[in-house]
């Protein structure tokens, strides 16, 4: 067994994720290397959501019976879990969202509607990069069409890294917003943030990140980030599908205004106009994802008990290890940093002349489940002239032997292949 520094007990965690017992093609194990895509959940994830529609399930807010109490306690309590967790000013700056595109189709439609200093037109420009997920491109390309404002963008560099050399050009007085990703969900890159804030800061630009391959993996402080705004989803950090979450800062959330309009964001409705209620409900109208909210509070719960940091330490090891093995493997090309330094637990690659779909598979044929195709980030793969990439990504819960199971399934994909 290959043992390297820094590892978790993953015997011992992975005890909590039921799906990794389970058995496909023929008897063979599951190997899960697709946790970029989604994570899986732990038991205590799985068990705090059934027991909340066993035990608790009302609407929040709205009634004075025991269980629209108990369902609201729990809902506000997920948002205090998360504002310890992003280390926010105030658990009123953490709304809640049914995933990050969503919450940044949030920021791009306020800062759309917006008053000035905020408000986006022909007059301003947007910069965003070319390693971004398509839910940070396409939401600034509406707004862009929208409104006349010019988009640019920071471009890549051979080997997988924002090219930041004209950066001054990029980001000037007409930039009213920066979006960019803090960790790319293809290559696994980690971008220079205060580099970016840093100029950004410098023309008055508002800074927004999104944090999605981020927060699942790393220590988060959103304080410390000194960004505007920070985007993420609990799908991707052990927590259930159906939602996100958008750290802003008060003062901008007091002063943009809302995108959805319904009930609970309201303080007073007539026929001729309405109030709004202060930020977080302001941006959270209808029947919120009560279930999803204390399902992520579970999956807060469950990270920050292990620790972020190990977490952290823990992946950089099997990073290090998977591209390390990777590059013995002939004819394979990683996309990307070929290091594990400032890199992320993502590595996508090509095999030769092999398709990317037919690598994937092979590979599931062996109960190796990784990602194939351009993984919604289709300007990475359109600037290193590859038609999709086959993605390996790892987590928690990830081990070594799951590294050599993948490396030689690859063998026997090339031998397949001839």
């Known amino acids: 067994m290959t043992r ?24 063979k194990k599951m190997i899960y290397l697709d946790s970029a895509a989604t994570s899986q959940k732990p038991r205590q994830v799985i068990d705090a959501l059934t027991e909340y529609y066993e035990q608790h399930n009302a609407n ?41 595109s969503e919450s940044l189709n949030l920021v791009a439609n306020m800062l759309g509607w917006a008053d ?10 947007i910069v965003i990069t070319e390693m971004e997920h398509h839910s940070n491109i396409v939401p600034w390309q509406l707004l862009s069409q929208r409104t006349g404002a010019k988009l640019k963008w920071f471009g890549l560099t051979d080997d997988g890294r924002l090219d930041l050399s004209n950066i001054d050009e990029i980001i000037t007085d007409r ?18 943030v205060e580099a970016i804030i840093r100029r950004a800061q410098q023309v008055g630009a508002l800074v927004v990140i999104d944090a999605s391959q981020a927060a699942p993996h790393m220590v988060l402080d959103v304080q410390a980030l000194q960004a505007d705004f920070v985007a993420f989803t609990g799908h991707k950090m052990c927590g259930p599908t159906g939602i996100g979450v958008l750290w802003g800062r008060q003062e901008l959330l007091e002063d943009l205004p809302p995108f959805l309009g319904g009930g609970e964001m309201i303080e007073t409705v007539s026929m001729h106009s309405s ?23 579970a999956a807060v719960d469950y990270l920050a008990a292990i620790g972020m940091d190990k977490i952290a330490a823990h992946e950089h090891a099997i990073t290090e290890y998977a591209v390390k093995r990777l590059l013995d493997v002939p004819d ?12 992320g637990a993502t590595i996508s690659f090509t095999l030769g002349d092999i398709h990317p779909h037919d690598v994937g598979q092979v590979l599931d044929e062996q109960g190796i489940a990784v990602r194939v195709g351009h993984h919604c980030a289709r300007p990475v793969c359109l600037r290193y002239g590859i038609p999709a990439t086959t993605r390996a990504s790892f987590y928690l819960y990830s081990t070594p032997a799951e590294v050599d199971a993948l490396v030689a399934g690859l063998e026997h994909v090339r031998n397949f292949f001839g």
């Open 116 to 125: 000035e200093p905020y408000r986006v037109d022909r007059e301003t420009d």
């Open 275 to 297: 109030t709004y209620a202060p930020a977080p409900h302001k941006f959270e109208a209808g029947t919120p994802p009560i279930a999803q909210a204390v399902g992520l509070g």
């Open 4 to 27: 390297l520094p820094g590892l978790l007990d993953t015997e011992a965690i992975r005890k909590d994720f039921p799906l990794l017992d389970r058995v496909v093609h023929d008897g």
């Open 60 to 100: 929040v807010h709205r009634g004075v019976h025991v269980l629209a109490e108990e369902a609201t306690a729990l809902y506000e309590g997920a948002r205090d879990k998360v504002a310890a967790f992003i280390n926010a000013p105030s658990r009123d700056e953490v709304i809640f969202t049914k995933n990050a």
């Open 175 to 192: 930039t009213k917003v920066v979006s960019f990703t803090l960790v790319s969900n293809l290559m696994g890159t980690i971008n220079p």
């Open 332 to 343: 394979l090309r990683i996309i990307g940093p070929s290091t594990a330094e400032d890199r």
